[in-house]
């Protein structure tokens, strides 16, 4: 067997994923059709939450600086983070090819592998494994894997290869996007709307401006040669009044509101993730995020399968929670759409929206749905308000040295925080030493509320509270801590 995991794609999920399985032990192995990476970069940041992954994993700290902001928007309308406590803020400016970077120096960190100018061919799954047929530098191979994941985009091979669906709504719009020296425009950080549709422009880097044009009619077609910067350029003058014509231009693209998504995330031994899963309209850099969300989520079960302890089931937990959380980011990302390039007619609708987001629980709740902090997993008993959700971002002292929650996870392990200093819990998931640290801590602030984060936590190794007592362990009156050690980590050893 070449590998237990093959992962096909080196893109931010593909990458991530990669990681996951690498700092659990697991061998696994990434196929990239590029020879080299592209260096273009669609995403210009990542939101709140694919920022706690990243911390939690210890290389936030590997991108260098970079502008934080707490703010976001909805369809162009202006939103704040800072509505949740203990959340990391989003991050501007760091392109992807930046991301990728500092993700695949992890990589080589962990010893993981990725074999690039490898292209998928074919795929044949069985009962014992799955067969990759690829063409190489050295001439086609086949390799052995005991599972696959698709990271390879939205016109994902593995994704067509294994007979997924992918069902949704058509593109209706072609959309320019160009990276550009020497033009200056007036910024339009979230878009500005325009009676011809709306544009988009910000700095980039030194001397570099990134445009993006949005034109009403403007139906995507089949192209027989790649978009010009001429075209890029006709548009935004259309748009704006601004000439950009003799600015010389980086990276030209063209992208659609099309909305897609696989109808199953699993078929067997094969996987989706990220843009091979579910494709939107760039908003808010959605489409990346959840894609490393999708990779935090699949990668620590992934692992524990191949490791032999993962609980009966578990696999197929990966597309009961993040299914959803696809199906919820095509919804939204629709409806941005709609705000967004409605023109003139959805004029009235910004304008009413605007007025409903003054009130804190309407904010909050867009806030939530497009960093994806208010996603919360089915977790069983219980209704304390972290069950299921992510673990916020707090200080805690741990053997009087300060440290924080994020800290606590970059092991990849699972987590059972006392808070209580109550000795029964170790005790009780003595049973589970090899897969969960038991941590006693106290909050470093002593003015911090502690009822809002129980007295003691199971956390996932992506970062999702699994099981809380208040009270210890002996009083809580789902019981202790075994039923969702077992649930979520398998059987204790003997």
Same mark, same amino acid.
């Given at each position: 067997?070449?590998?237990?995991?093959?992962?096909?794609?080196?893109?931010?999920?593909?990458?991530?994923?990669?990681?996951?399985?690498?700092?659990?032990?697991?061998?696994?192995?990434? =196929?990239?059709? =590029?020879?080299?990476?592209?260096?273009?970069?669609?995403?210009?940041?990542?939101?709140?939450?694919?920022?706690?992954?990243?911390?939690?994993?210890?290389?936030?700290?590997?991108?260098?600086?970079?502008?934080?902001?707490?703010?976001?928007?909805?369809?162009?309308?202006?939103?704040?983070?800072?509505?949740?406590?203990?959340?990391?803020?989003?991050?501007?400016?760091?392109?992807?090819?930046?991301?990728?970077?500092? =993700?695949?120096?992890?990589?080589?960190?962990?010893?993981?592998?990725?074999?690039?100018?490898?292209?998928?061919?074919?795929?044949?799954?069985?009962?014992?494994?799955?067969?990759? @047929?690829?063409?190489?530098?050295?001439?086609?191979?086949?390799?052995?894997?005991?599972?696959?994941?698709?990271?390879?985009?939205?016109?994902?091979?593995?994704?067509?290869?294994?007979?997924?669906?992918?069902?949704?709504?058509?593109?209706?719009?072609?959309?320019?996007?160009?990276?550009?020296?020497?033009?200056?425009?007036?910024?339009?950080?979230?878009?500005?709307?325009?009676?011809?549709?709306?544009?988009?422009?910000?700095?980039?880097?030194?001397?570099?401006?990134?445009?993006?044009?949005?034109?009403?009619?403007?139906?995507?077609?089949?192209?027989?040669?790649?978009?010009?910067?001429?075209?890029?350029?006709?548009?935004?003058?259309?748009?704006?009044?601004?000439?950009?014509?003799?600015?010389?231009?980086?990276?030209?693209?063209?992208?659609?509101?099309?909305?897609?998504?696989?109808?199953?995330?699993?078929?067997?031994?094969?996987?989706?993730?990220?843009?091979?899963? +579910?494709?939107?309209?760039?908003?808010?850099?959605?489409?990346?995020?959840?894609?490393?969300?999708?990779?935090?989520?699949?990668?620590?079960? =992934?692992?524990?399968?191949?490791?032999?302890?993962?609980?009966?089931?578990?696999?197929?937990?990966? @597309?009961?929670?993040?299914?959803?959380?696809?199906?919820?980011?095509?919804?939204?990302?629709?409806?941005?759409?709609?705000?967004?390039?409605?023109?003139?007619?959805?004029?009235?609708?910004?304008?009413?929206?605007?007025?409903?987001?003054?009130?804190?629980?309407?904010?909050?709740?867009?806030?939530?749905?497009?960093?994806?902090?208010?996603?919360?997993?089915?977790?069983?008993?219980?209704? @304390?308000?972290?069950?299921?959700?992510?673990?916020?971002?707090?200080?805690?002292?741990?053997?009087?040295?300060?440290?924080?929650?994020?800290?606590?996870?970059?092991?990849?392990?699972?987590?059972?925080?006392?808070?209580?200093?109550?000795?029964?819990?170790?005790?009780?998931?003595?049973?589970?030493?090899?897969?969960?640290?038991?941590?006693?801590?106290?909050?470093?602030?002593?003015?911090?509320?502690?009822?809002?984060?129980?007295?003691?936590?199971?956390?996932?190794?992506?970062? +999702?509270?699994?099981?809380?007592?208040?009270?210890?362990?002996?009083?809580?009156?789902?019981?202790?801590?075994?039923?969702?050690?077992?649930?979520?980590?398998?059987?204790?050893?003997?």
């Amino acid at each position: 067997m070449e590998s237990p995991v093959i992962i096909v794609g080196a893109g931010p999920t593909g990458v991530m994923l990669a990681g996951e399985l690498g700092l659990a032990g697991a061998d696994v192995l990434v =196929l990239e059709k =590029l020879a080299e990476p592209s260096g273009e970069s669609r995403g210009l940041g990542f939101g709140p939450r694919t920022m706690e992954v990243f911390a939690q994993r210890g290389i936030l700290e590997d991108f260098g600086e970079f502008a934080r902001s707490s703010a976001g928007h909805f369809g162009g309308i202006p939103l704040d983070f800072a509505v949740f406590d203990g959340a990391h803020f989003s991050v501007n400016g760091v392109p992807q090819s930046r991301t990728e970077a500092v =993700l695949g120096r992890w990589l080589d960190r962990l010893g993981v592998e990725v074999r690039r100018g490898v292209e998928v061919t074919g795929i044949d799954a069985d009962a014992d494994g799955v067969d990759v @047929h690829v063409t190489a530098p050295g001439g086609p191979a086949t390799l052995r894997a005991s599972y696959v994941v698709g990271c390879d985009g939205g016109r994902s091979t593995v994704r067509a290869l294994a007979g997924f669906r992918f069902e949704g709504s058509a593109p209706t719009l072609e959309m320019y996007l160009a990276d550009v020296e020497g033009v200056e425009v007036k910024p339009r950080l979230i878009g500005e709307h325009t009676s011809g549709g709306m544009a988009m422009a910000g700095p980039i880097g030194a001397g570099v401006t990134r445009v993006i044009s949005c034109e009403l009619g403007n139906e995507p077609g089949e192209r027989t040669a790649p978009l010009a910067y001429a075209e890029v350029a006709a548009a935004w003058k259309r748009l704006t009044g601004e000439d950009i014509a003799d600015g010389r231009p980086l990276w030209v693209s063209s992208f659609t509101d099309a909305a897609r998504q696989a109808t199953e995330y699993r078929r067997g031994r094969v996987f989706l993730a990220g843009d091979a899963a +579910h494709i939107c309209l760039p908003a808010g850099g959605q489409g990346m995020n959840t894609g490393v969300q999708d990779a935090a989520n699949l990668g620590w079960k =992934l692992a524990a399968q191949v490791a032999g302890w993962a609980p009966e089931g578990l696999l197929d937990t990966y @597309h009961a929670e993040r299914h959803p959380v696809g199906a919820r980011l095509l919804r939204n990302t629709r409806a941005q759409g709609m705000l967004t390039l409605g023109g003139e007619a959805a004029r009235p609708l910004r304008d009413v929206l605007a007025e409903l987001m003054v009130y804190d629980e309407v904010a909050r709740h867009l806030a939530g749905m497009v960093s994806g902090l208010d996603i919360r997993y089915e977790m069983g008993p219980g209704d @304390h308000p972290l069950l299921g959700r992510r673990m916020p971002h707090i200080d805690v002292v741990v053997a009087g040295t300060k440290t924080t929650t994020g800290e606590l996870l970059r092991s990849g392990r699972g987590l059972l925080l006392d808070l209580s200093g109550n000795p029964e819990l170790r005790t009780a998931a003595s049973g589970w030493g090899d897969r969960v640290d038991v941590v006693t801590a106290a909050l470093a602030d002593p003015e911090t509320d502690s009822s809002a984060y129980a007295d003691a936590l199971l956390i996932r190794p992506d970062g +999702h509270v699994a099981w809380t007592a208040s009270g210890g362990a002996g009083e809580n009156p789902d019981g202790g801590p075994g039923e969702a050690l077992t649930r979520w980590f398998g059987r204790p050893r003997t």
